[in-house]
C-alpha cells in the first residue's frame, strides 16, 4: 500500500535539488512546453503572493525501480523560437542512482522546470527565419523593472503580469533601473550581513521616488526563494512504476494539460525509452506528416484491441520486441501501394484505411498474390467514405473478418459488410459528387492513375465551363431543362482532371473550343483521359446527352476499380 506524505520546501531548495540530480523526471513525462509569458506570469504570481499549486512527487529507491527503468534530468538549457514558445526537445534517458536521486517528479515539471531555467539555466531565442541547426541564437535574461514609474499594468486586462517582468533580447548593458532575477542567487544577498547594501548598490539608479517600490521587490524576492516555503508537494512512498504511471495518467487526463495522445506516448515511453526516436527513423520520407498516433494505432491493431485504444506494458513490450518486423510490414506497404502507383503519402491525413492492410501483410506472407482484393478493398473504403465515423468499431471489425478469412481480404469478405458492399445506390451516390468534394477528388485520382503524372498538380476542373451556367439560358433549352442542367453542372459527369497550367490557360473555354485547339494525338489522348463518349458532341447545347454519355463511361471505370 503506497503511503502519502505532505511538506513544502523552499524554492532555493527545490533549485539546488534538481541541480544536484536529487530530483528527476520518469521517462513518461512530457516535453517542457511553456513559453516565456508563461514564465513571466509565474514569477509575478509569486510576488503577488498568489499559490503556484503543489506537486507531486514519487519517492523512487531499489523497491520499486529496477536498473532499466528510465528517467531524466530537468533541462538546464532551453531556446524560445520567434513566438516566443519552447521548441521541441528530446530529454535524455537514462538510468539512476537511488542514493542519490531518489524522488521524480509526477506533476509539476513545467512550473519546476521553469524555475530552475530562470534561476539555475540558459535560455535563448531564435530569430525569425533562422535556422534550427545552424541558425544564430540570441540569449536572453529574465528582467524585473524596479523603477515604478515605467510600470504601465493596464488594470482592466484579464490576467495581466502587474510586475514588468519579462525576458529581454537585448545584447549588452541592461537599463540601470532593471534587476536580473538570477542575480539574487549571488553571495551578497544570500548573506544577512550584506543583503541590505547589496539591494541598495542595486537600486542606486532608481529614482528617489521609486526606491522604497524597489526595495520592496528585492526584499520580496529574497523571501520569496530562500524564506518561505512556497514549493508545497505530495509525496507518494512505497509505488511501483505502473502504479506511478496511471496516477500520472488520471492526474493528466481530468482537464486539458495533456492530449490523449501525448498521455498514450508517455505510457509508451516508460516501458520502452526510445520510442521516440524510433518512430522518428519511421515518419520520414513516404510517412512523413503521418505522426506518432499512426504507429501507436497501428500497434494496438496488431497487438492489443483497437477499440480500447489503451497502449499497455504488453503491447509496449511486443511493439519493442518485433520492431523490425513492424517496420517490414511498414515498408511492404508503401512498396505495395506503390506498386498500385499510389503514393502512401496521400495517406498522412486519412491512414486508418491502411491499417486493415498493414495488419494483412503483418499476418499474410503471401500478401502480393491478393493485390487485387487489397486494392478493391482500399478503394471502396476511400469511395464509400467507410471511416468518416465509428472508426476503432470499423477497424475491429475489419480485423476480426480477415481473421474469419484465414488472415485474407476478398471480395466475398467484402461483400459481407453493409458499408464496404458495392450496391448501385452507393455508385450513384459517388456519381453525383460534386467539385470540391473529398469523393469528387478521390474518384478522379484513381481513375487518373494510368495517365497523371505524380510531378505535376492537377486540379478538379469542369469540361463544360461553370461560367456557362451563369450566362443566358440557350434558346433551343426548356426552362426546366435548363434549372436541372445547373444542378448536374458540378457533379462527377462534368468534371476531369486538369493539370494546373492547363487548368489556367482552359479558364472559360467552351469545351468545344478548347477540344478543336487541339492536334489529333492531343484530341485522341484528351478523349481517353477525359473518358469522353467519342461519339458525344462537345457542343453545350448538347450538355445533357454528353452528361449522361460519360455518367456510363465512369459508372463503369468506378465499377471496374471497387471489384
Known sequence: MSRLNDDSITIFQALTNIESGKYVMPAFQRQFVWGTEQIEKLWDSILLDYPIATFLFWHVDDSNVSWDTYFCNFLSKVTFDSRKQADTMNYELTSIDVRTSDTAVLDGQQRLTSLFLSLFGESTIRPNYARRSTGSLTYTKLLIELDQNKIAVDEEEYNSKKFDIRFSEKV????????EIRTILQSRFQNNETREQAIEDEISNVPS??????????????????????IRYTEIRDMKQDDALEMFVRFNSGGKALKKSEITMSIL??????????????????????????????????YGDVVKSNINKKIAEDLKNDWTGFKMALLNLEELLKEMKID?????????????????IYYSP???KNT????????RAIFFTYFQSGTTGKLQQMKSNINNYDYEITIEMLDQINDLRVTEGKIEDILNSEKGSRVAGEVLYYLGLDWTNRNFKYEQDHLHPDTRFSDSKPVSVQMDDWRRWRGMRNRLP???LLEGRSNGSKNAMRLVDYYNDMNQDQKEDFIKQAMIN????LEFENFEEFYEARKEILKGKIKGLLI
Not at 534 to 537: L, R
Open 209 to 230: 521616488n521609486s526606491k522604497e517600490y524597489a526595495r520592496n521587490i528585492l526584499n520580496k524576492l529574497y523571501h520569496k526563494i530562500y524564506t518561505e516555503k512556497l
Open 366 to 368: 503471401d500478401y502480393k
Open 494 to 496: 462534368n468534371l476531369h
Open 372 to 379: 487485387a482484393s487489397i486494392r478493391a478493398y482500399l478503394i
Open 534 to 537: 467519342p461519339n458525344s458532341s
Open 344 to 360: 502512401v503519402s496521400r495517406f498522412a491525413s486519412s491512414w486508418n484505411v491502411l491499417l486493415p492492410i498493414v495488419y494483412y
Open 172 to 179: 549588452g548593458r541592461l537599463s540601470p533601473t532593471q534587476f
Open 269 to 302: 515511453e516508460a516501458y520502452w525509452p526510445s520510442a521516440k526516436s524510433e518512430f522518428g527513423k519511421i515518419l520520414v520520407g513516404a510517412y512523413t506528416g503521418f505522426g506518432s498516433d499512426f504507429i501507436i494505432r497501428a500497434a494496438l491493431m496488431l
